[in-house]
């Protein structure tokens, strides 16, 4: 094996040495050299154990526990191989995944106290600042150790994901996101528009998910990402119609905050938060205002009478990811007897047709093709205008009716033909 390990700088402006910069790059290299020498024996090729799927992890407790990306044990399977830099293999197996948030765990079955790394705060690293990416770009080889890439933090907080202009490659996937004090703030997801375009999951991810995840549990669909959208977006779970300056709510999925609190279909949001309600836009733009956890007060006309309600908004991940499900199918409330598609929309998505978020698996809709990151632009030959247009279009029918729907999909439309469902 090759001693020296790869250095890559990462792009970031060209600046001239002021008096004290050349003390500042030394601290940074001594740093960075600490680091590698004390995080690189954790840094794990992951591979499956019948599949040729390879990616990388890093290892984050004595006891073998796994640090990596959902996809990467999707496609590896449940058996795995885990090899580390010096060339050792050990047996492993996956673990839970949010597939929303392509975060995976996975665990060494093999006895033994294995060289580990500590995970840090992601919710503390500011644009700008310096990070070190590791992984095993193209697959593990016995031929040199992980390749370390120096780079900055570009982004924060779009789509959930940390950016950096660190440049990662395949097999890179899963590998370990480190800030300067050698902890785990991130790890590799996805490449950007290019190769020092890069996404990763935030560590905070993993810890609101651990319990879940170690137990086994998967959830959540990788085109939620692909659509856009925040994860940690605050949600009340409702959809929502507008007319003469009166908000109405179309329909309030199940088992989401607005139903526990008890908003009905059909309910007139007077005021949020304090303030008078006349557009949709009130609405959505104070809940973004928000964050999820957070109580938020809600006065409804319900038949004339006035009704106030305490609403505990929940992350848009939760939402998607089970929340608003009940015995399996994506329905509202009320809603008996009506027709079903099984999607989730996005009551809050901006300009025309109706984005799909998620797709129930086993719907009407994901039998017939519709796919999470679809924009909905007609449903039965009418042109649909945003999420609630869609609900009430699909309320038009009855379950059993095939209708023609009409998808953009990557830029390119699409047909499909949706038998809807009911109870």
């Not at 954790?42 to 996809?71: C, N, R």
């Not at 692909?226 to 507008?242: C, N, T």
């Not at 106030?308 to 848009?316: A, D, G, Q, Y």
């Not at 999420?387 to 279009?393: E, F, T």
């Amino acid at each position: 094996m090759l001693p020296a390990t790869i250095l890559a700088l990462c792009a970031a402006p060209a600046v001239g040495l002021a008096a004290g910069s050349i003390d500042v790059l030394k601290e940074r290299e001594r740093k960075v050299k600490a680091l590698v020498a004390e995080a690189m024996p954790a840094v794990v090729a992951v591979v499956g154990a019948d599949q040729p799927a390879t990616g990388s992890g890093v290892v984050v407790s004595a006891d073998g526990l796994i640090m990596t990306a959902g996809h990467v044990t999707d496609a590896a399977g449940q058996e795995l191989t885990i090899i580390f830099p010096d060339g050792r293999s050990v047996k492993g197996r996956s673990l839970g995944a949010n597939r929303s948030r392509d975060a995976g765990l996975a665990k060494i079955v093999e006895d033994g106290e294995w060289p580990h790394v500590e995970i840090g705060d992601s919710g503390a690293v500011e644009l700008g600042d310096w990070v070190v990416a590791m992984g095993h770009p193209g697959g593990y080889d016995l031929s040199r150790t992980p390749p370390v890439r120096l780079g900055r933090i570009v982004n924060k907080g779009q789509m959930g994901m940390l950016g950096s202009d660190c440049t990662l490659v395949g097999g890179d996937s899963g590998g370990p996101l480190f800030d300067l004090d050698g902890k785990v703030v991130g790890i590799h997801s996805s490449i950007g528009g290019s190769l020092a375009e890069n996404r990763h999951v935030p560590s905070s991810v993993f810890e609101a998910d651990w319990d879940r995840m170690v137990a086994g549990d998967v959830w959540g669909n990788l085109g939620m990402m692909a659509a856009g959208v925040d994860p940690d977006r605050p949600m009340l779970g409702v959809q929502m119609a507008e007319a003469d300056s009166r908000v109405t709510l179309g329909g309030v999925l199940p088992n989401s905050p607005a139903e526990k609190a008890g908003l009905q279909a059909g309910d007139v949001i007077l005021k949020i938060g304090g303030g008078e309600v006349g557009l949709m836009s009130d609405v959505v733009d104070y809940v973004s205002s928000q964050k999820a956890g957070d109580e938020v007060e809600i006065v409804v006309d319900r038949g004339g009478e006035e009704k106030t309600f305490s609403i505990e908004l929940v992350r848009w991940a939760d939402l998607a990811g089970g929340l608003g499900r009940r015995g399996g199918e994506g329905e509202r409330r009320g809603a008996a007897g009506r027709a079903q598609f099984g999607v989730l929309l996005d009551a809050e998505a901006e300009g025309d047709g109706a984005t799909v978020h998620e797709v129930v698996e086993g719907s009407p809709a994901d039998e017939a093709g519709v796919e999470a990151g679809d924009l909905v632009l007609e449903i039965g030959g009418k042109t649909v205008g945003d999420a609630a247009g869609m609900v009430d279009l699909i309320g038009g029918h009855r379950p059993g009716d095939e209708v023609d729907v009409v998808v953009l999909r990557g830029g390119e439309k699409r047909e499909l033909k949706v038998t809807l469902g009911g109870e």
